[in-house]
């Protein structure tokens, strides 16, 4: 009997991995957002510091910041579930909230999904998702259920309860329901962080189809800049509650606005310098430093990913720009070496990753070369 059963369990989640066909998600009327000079003070703390923020219908925009930074407060303001102090935040350009004014959560066309999903645990899948369809009718909310449903890949499971769910099934119930009332808005908290790590991606993947497929304004709150990258339009980076860059995820990359910014996208090695003639000179090799005064002091900010080639043998086609360095320590993690290299000139060993060889060894020496397209240059402050 446990060997039926099991075989049963292998075959249920056979027929539930599998996410609906593409492109059958309802479709909903997408809204614009707009925050004038937002304020928000919990216990005597600025959550929201005059925040200004333009969201266009359709687009989705990726929040980012360190925890504090006041990502998951803009959640709860557009949801209505926080009050402002100051300024105003209009839905298709009629306030919703003011200092004087809330318009009720239930009257802004929004669907959030939070971080721990908050499903009802004694409700089926499918009440679970018809829990937000009060508004229609039986049979119209029956028809969006179950397309929700069909979408995620859960139709056949709908009388079983969430506890019976593996975690991705979780996350895309949350998704079906936050969908099927079919709202403006979609917001997401933190909506990938409790899923494992081998799931992650095919589910962040699916999940970017389905909101590409509501074409619902879409916020998504996250701490990871490659989650941010690859499912953004439009990444906000916020700190101390202000928007300190806006752009897409290329500009944002390549161009962030200033050190700190730099540093939460992408580990960094960082070396002080002088620029010198257009140039910071580095024990790496010098860099474009345009647009810096003359002897002025920067940080030249060499991420460990790309900026440097790292070679067992010297084999560079321009070896006058090869450094040698040796290998500190080495780690392999799936593919990728993780190394730490002493180069001369420089206090402490420099950081960099790259595709696995096994040539390079601790202790032996190194060849490198700087590919200046990866690296940045700041005002040392």
Known sequence: MSQIISEQVKLDRVKTHEWGQRGTAGVSFASAISFKKVDVSLGGR??????????MPGEITCLLGESGSGKSTILRVVAGLQEIQAGNLKINNEIASSAKYILPPQKRGIGLMFQDF?????????????????????????QQANVALLRVGLKGREGDFPHMLSGGQQQRLALARTIAPRPGILMLDEPF?????????????????????????????????????????????????????????KNVYEKPIDLETARFLSPLNEIPSIVK???????????????????????????????????????????????????????????????EVQIAGIDRPIHVRARANSEIKVGNNVFLSLNCQHVLVFDQK
């Not at 908050?118 to 018809?130: C, E, I, T």
């Open 118 to 142: 908050a499903l009802f645990p004694h409700l089926s899948l499918f009440d679970n998702v018809m829990f937000g369809l009060a508004h229609l009718s039986r049979e119209e909310a029956k």
């Open 277 to 339: 003639s257009g140039y910071a000179n580095t024990p790496l090799g010098s860099v474009s430093a345009r647009g810096f005064a003359e002897n002025s002091p920067v940080i030249v900010a060499i991420r460990t990913t790309g900026a440097i080639e790292m070679r067992a043998s010297e084999g560079f086609v321009n070896k006058k720009d090869v450094v040698i360095g040796r290998v500190v320590t080495k780690r392999n993690a799936l593919g990728i070496d993780i190394c």
């Open 46 to 55: 600025k959550i929201l510091n005059q925040l200004d923020l333009d969201l």
């Open 193 to 249: 962080s409790g899923l494992d790590s081998r799931l992650r991606e095919s589910v962040r993947t699916e999940t970017l189809a389905v909101l590409r497929e509501t074409n619902a304004t879409t916020i998504i709150v996250t701490h990871d800049p490659e989650e941010a990258m690859v499912m953004g339009d439009r990444i906000i980076m916020l700190r101390d509650g202000k928007v300190v860059q806006s752009d897409s995820a």
